[in-house]
Nanobody
Framework: QVQLVESGGGLAQTGGSLRLSCAASGFTFSSYGMSWARQAPGKGVEWVSGISSDGSDTYYADSVKGRFTISSDNAKNTLYLQMTRLKPEDTALYYC?????????????????WGQGTQVTVSS
């Protein structure tokens, strides 16, 4: 069965960095676009970044562009999110999600599997 397991969250100070990882199993990782999304307390799920199946295309929400970098290692079936220059408003539960095809979609509903999430807290 499909499994997505996030790790790497934690507490960071404003301006600091964290690197999230998502270990995928149960499907052909190299055939699907993947995304990171987040949910802050009391808010809906926000798409953050996505990468195409071959890693050639990456996209970012305006709120994180220039600060976050998405990448994937198809040999390790792992998705990453390098987060730099963190802000308190980045505080959220971060999820990795599998797309329905090899492309990137910003639509939360177009992802069919989600991990359990990893908490990121940025102190001011």
């Amino acid at each position: 069965q499909v499994q997505l397991v996030e790790s790497g969250g934690g507490l960071a100070q404003t301006g600091g960095s964290l690197r999230l990882s998502c270990a995928a199993s149960g499907f052909t990782f190299s055939s699907y676009g993947m995304s990171w999304a987040r949910q802050a307390p009391g808010k809906g799920v926000e798409w953050v970044s996505g990468i195409s199946s071959d890693g050639s295309d990456t996209y970012y929400a305006d709120s994180v562009k220039g600060r976050f970098t998405i990448s994937s290692d198809n040999a390790k079936n792992t998705l990453y999110l390098q987060m730099t220059r963190l802000k308190p408003e980045d505080t959220a539960l971060y999820y990795c999600a599998k797309g329905r095809g090899g492309w990137v979609t910003r639509e939360v509903d177009e992802h069919d599997y989600w991990g359990q999430g990893t908490q990121v807290t940025v102190s001011s």
